[in-house]
């Protein structure tokens, strides 16, 4: 009865880290997809409202995604302080500090930081292409890790369960 308990103790051990692997992947292909959907946001915002980037900023902060909450939250945070720190340098430090912690690469935190150098800095067509050009690349971000998830996502689970198993046979 010892036995089958740590047989199913071991296996169920091992398919939880293969699963969990799989999770992180998806967790980041999710995080991307939010970070597009704000960048639309900030578009029509931009370009139908003509609404300031502290206002975009603050109702993003409030948004019922995890991820998008806590990027533009300590980004919020950061701009309400009355430093003398300009508005691309908060929008590059608020994604430098929790971008990974929200699930996002360097590169996608990379992508995000360039389009600091345009928000809030010249007019509306331009900050409109910069989005546009962020978006582009953020949607090849998104393919990359969805394909990353496909493959990868699926080796680390049948990895992980066929490891179990042979270390339940290796110890029997």
């Known amino acids: 009865m010892l036995k089958i308990i740590g047989i199913i103790l071991i296996i169920g051990s091992f398919t939880g880290i293969?699963?969990?692997q799989r999770q992180r992947f998806r967790g980041h292909v999710v995080?991307?997809?939010d970070m597009l959907s704000t960048l639309d946001i900030?578009?029509?915002e931009l370009s139908f409202h003509l609404t300031s980037i502290p206002e975009i900023v603050a109702k993003l902060a409030q948004d019922p995604?995890?991820?998008v909450a806590k990027a533009f939250g300590t980004m919020h945070e950061m701009i309400e302080k009355d430093d003398s720190l300009s508005l691309a340098f908060k929008w590059m430090k608020a994604f430098r500090d929790c971008g990974q912690e929200i699930g996002l690469s360097t590169d996608d935190i990379s992508i995000l930081c360039d389009l600091s150098e345009f928000i809030g800095?010249?007019?509306a067509q331009a900050q409109q292409k910069s989005i546009d050009y962020a978006k582009a690349r953020l949607s090849r971000q998104l393919e990359i890790a969805s394909d990353e998830m496909?493959?990868?996502?699926t080796v680390y689970r049948t990895c992980c369960v066929a490891a179990g198993i042979l270390l339940v046979l290796v110890l029997i």
Do not use: E, N, Q
């Open 18 to 20: 293969g699963v969990s």
């Open 31 to 33: 995080v991307l997809g």
């Open 42 to 44: 900030i578009s029509s």
């Open 65 to 67: 995604r995890p991820a």
């Open 121 to 123: 800095k010249y007019d």
């Open 150 to 153: 496909k493959s990868k996502g």
